[in-house]
DNA sequence: CTAGCACTTGGAGCGCACTCCAAGTCAAGG
DNA sequence: CCTTGACTTGGAGTGCGCTCCAAGTGCTAG
């Protein structure tokens, strides 16, 4: 098999996006579980990098470091109950961040559709009332919102 | 008109779900402009609560209270350009993220059936390449992933 | 061998969004 | 009038996720 080649951590930071600090603090708290070492330099391998790149995916997906410690230490050849426990929690965290996220976006999407009308009609206070403007505005877009 | 009544913030607590120390925290930075008082004490109208909630959306989407800040001063009969150019930003970073969610869900969702699959086989050691389980996930499940 | 540079560590500091506290004020019930 | 209790303020403290720093170590080119 190959040797793999291990990189430093600026080469895994150029590779990563993430600034070396980081890198240091994520091995830290637990996060990079298999990074080696020579002679007290932290050595990344492409597996290190793609597990580094799920533990982005996860923290971008509102997964608390901690967490994420727990789901990577949870690894080695015995079961992946441990694993599949947390991802199964998580996608239904994701799941709902998801819904929220598009109840809020046909606010927003309502909003600004309101102050575009304010700007036509000339002023706020020239609107009419908010339950009139939701039936103009489902009538014109065809889209609901949760006022 | 009705006079509207006048909530305490025991009681704009109970309806808005948030804690007394966090309204009073919002308060203090700016986001609720309108709010009275009488002798001191903080009084909520009806109008306080819809501006509460329309923070809370915001603030759930990602915002900077500084940000919401900004938004909820920019109010008043002048023109709603301020108002529309925060929203319509605050709508591009919402759509954004819902992206870059519904991508992690499907990253997690392959994790899931690569975990049970580890199962199924007994052990991760007895997982077929990555390639190989990637195709046949697409085959058996008919969702992409973006590993 | 030496200079320079990338790297190491432990620990301090920061920004955000709360959260809690002590000391004081006000209004309503007895 | 007095007590009780909900409220006020300014400020300190917390947890998270970095981010920065000083002091020290070790590969590498000259």
Redesign the interface.
């Known amino acids: 098999m190959k040797p793999t080649k291990l990189l430093s951590i600026a080469e895994a930071s150029a590779r990563s996006g993430l600034p070396p600090d980081t890198l240091r603090y994520y091995d830290r708290l637990g996060l990079l579980p298999h990074l080696r070492r020579t002679s007290g330099r932290r050595r990344f391998s492409e597996d290190d990098l793609a597990a580094l790149s ?1 533990v982005v ?2 923290r ?2 509102g997964m608390p470091l901690a967490s994420i410690r727990d789901f990577m230490r949870a690894s080695g ?1 015995g ?3 441990a ?2 426990a947390i ?2 929690k ?2 239904a965290e ?2 709902a ?2 819904d ?3 109840r ?2 046909r ?3 309502f ?2 559709w309101y ?2 009308e ?2 036509r009609l000339g ?3 020239r609107l009419p009332p908010l339950s009139a403007l939701l039936k103009q505005y489902r009538k014109e877009t065809g889209k609901s919102t949760n006022w």
């Open positions: 799920l995916c996860l971008d997906t050849p079961t992946p109950d694993r599949l991802l199964r998580h996608r994701v799941s961040r998801l929220e996220y598009r809020a976006e606010r927003v999407d909003k600004i102050y575009e304010a700007k002023g706020i206070a």
